[in-house]
């Protein structure tokens, strides 16, 4: 995995590169330490097309991380963004969607946050 950060935005991209055995205990370390240096917001990126990205998606939920997005053909092919918030509350009435279908999946990503957090 790599970790890029940006401070401007006070949030952390954790990278993974290959998905292996020790994956989940490498992405749970440099989440605590991400989160002791309060980043607000830290993301992961898992590629679907490696073995075991749907293993890594449900252990990381286990962690808190929750569904933010899927990036068509980004990295040799599509790649599951998931998020994770470091003590930061968001109102979904500070959020406007322009269509339905963004409505829709606002709705969806509030679910899942509550469904990880709980």
Do not use: W
């Not at 918030?85 to 509550?114: E, H, P, W």
């Amino acid at each position: 995995t790599t970790v890029s950060v940006r401070h401007d935005h006070n949030q952390a991209l954790i990278k993974i590169e290959k998905v292996g055995t020790m994956t989940v205990k490498e992405i749970g370390f440099q989440m605590k330490h991400l989160a002791h240096e309060r980043f607000d917001c830290i993301y992961v990126d898992i590629p679907l097309r490696q073995k075991g990205a749907g293993y890594i998606a449900s252990a990381l939920r286990q962690l808190g991380f929750f569904f933010g997005c899927i990036i068509p053909e980004y990295s040799d092919g599509d790649v599951l963004r998931l998020q994770y918030l470091n003590n930061v509350d968001i109102s979904r009435d500070d959020i406007k969607t322009a269509s339905d279908f963004g409505q829709k999946l606002l709705d969806y990503i509030f679910a899942d946050m509550s469904e990880a957090s709980a």
